[in-house]
């Protein structure tokens, strides 16, 4: 079992910055490929960024491309999404997810899979004003 801890999230003014974390549990973090999702009121949950085990692949969504960064710190079992340029149609619960299936190889669009994941966590709400 994995537990996932989202925090950062708040209320920002459009053009702001917010930096979100995601704390895992588990001994074998650093081989779990990582994903941030986002869901709207009203909306599908839809994916945001993902990142590989080691930190050298990741893969965005075309909407927060040059905005969002995500990150990683295997020693604090910790994955970040760094966003940037905030806009009001970003405001969203914003999820990790955990895919701990090391034989899931395949990168780039094969991250945004939500079916992809195992665990997930509760969620941090990000609010940008317009």
């Known amino acids: 079992q994995v537990q996932l801890v989202e925090s950062g999230g708040g209320l920002v003014q459009t053009g702001g910055s917010l930096r979100l974390s995601c704390a895992a549990s588990g001994r074998t973090f650093s081989r779990y490929t990582m994903g941030w999702f986002r869901q709207a009121p009203g909306k599908e949950r839809e994916f945001v960024a993902g990142?590989?085990?080691?930190?050298?692949?990741?893969y965005y969504t075309d909407s927060v491309k040059g905005r969002f960064t995500i990150s990683r710190d295997n020693a604090k079992n910790t994955v970040y999404l760094q966003m940037n340029s905030l806009k009001p149609e970003d405001t969203a619960i914003y999820y990790c997810?955990?895919?701990?299936?090391?034989?899931?190889?395949?990168?780039?669009?094969?991250?945004?899979?939500?079916?992809?994941?195992?665990?997930w966590g509760q969620g941090t709400q990000v609010t940008v004003s317009s």
């Open positions: 997810a955990a895919d701990v299936d090391s034989t899931h190889q395949v990168m780039g669009v094969a991250m945004s899979f939500t079916a992809r994941y195992d665990f």
């Open positions: 990142i590989s085990w080691s930190g050298r692949s990741t």
